[in-house]
């Protein structure tokens, strides 16, 4: 029997998988049509308002999380009370360190968002079956690694100017994958939270904005819509190879 839809699909895959956007880009993308309905039986999707915390720092993890709209901030803690946000995470990043017993940061939503949910027992065991898994999560966390030491690069060496660069470019890249000419985007972070996360007052990156805004760099609407123009322009004020 044919277990194939008219466009190809597998019939076997979940209906809700099959529309899910992010699944192919996703840790789900790893997986067989069998093992995808087996998963499938264990999570839930969601769909959280800005604010939402999903997981706090020092809790014991009980689920992870595939990110499938939205964006979601990750901040550390110190002892008095400071914080940082330390990173964002976009569809269809993945939420959660696998085999971890304790979370290390705290996962909030800093935009509206829809996240699908599974249970840490249910993805361990899939992994322990599931060899492509377990490399798409090891991949996923190379990438976090490359990523976090790029950042690095941003706020221990550019100036103001490239930081506040530098993150419009992060968004639109993640919002517009290929890059685009023209990419239209709202920021998913206050003017506070981009201080806090390029290490700048909230001065400063408003000062920064106005003037990439009278360099006709961006067009800022409303106060959080950005619509970049060119985007060579803006990764070249970023320092961005």
Not at 43 to 56: D, Q, S, V, W, Y
Not at 124 to 130: G, I, Y
Not at 166 to 171: G, M, N, Q, Y
């Amino acid at each position: 029997m044919d277990k194939r839809l008219n466009d190809g699909q597998d019939l076997r895959v979940p209906a809700i998988c099959r529309a899910c956007d992010a699944r192919h880009r996703g840790i789900c993308g790893a997986m067989t049509a069998e093992q995808l309905a087996e998963f499938s039986r264990f999570t839930t999707r969601k769909k959280i308002g800005a604010g939402t915390e999903l997981h706090g720092q020092g809790e014991r993890v009980i689920s992870y999380a595939n990110v499938l709209r939205g964006v979601v901030k990750l901040t550390k803690v110190m002892q008095d009370g400071r914080q940082q946000i330390v990173g964002l995470q976009f569809a269809p990043d993945f939420i959660g360190r696998p085999f971890a017993s304790e979370s290390t940061l705290t996962a909030e939503a800093a935009t509206d968002a829809e996240i699908c949910a599974v249970s840490k027992g249910a993805l361990d065991r899939m992994v322990a079956t599931a060899p492509d898994l377990e490399h798409k999560l090891y991949h996923q966390a190379l990438l976090e690694l490359d990523e976090a030491r790029d950042w690095m690069l941003t706020l221990g060496r550019k100036t103001a100017r490239e930081k506040v660069a530098s993150f419009l470019h992060l968004i639109a890249a993640h919002y517009d994958p290929e890059c685009n000419e023209t990419v239209a985007f709202d920021l998913p972070l206050s003017r506070q939270d981009i201080g806090d996360f390029l290490g700048l007052t909230i001065e400063t990156v408003s000062r920064q904005m106005t003037k990439l805004r009278q360099e006709e760099v961006i067009i800022v609407e409303n106060n959080r819509h950005v619509i970049v123009s060119d985007m060579e322009r803006l990764a070249r004020i970023a320092g961005i190879d």
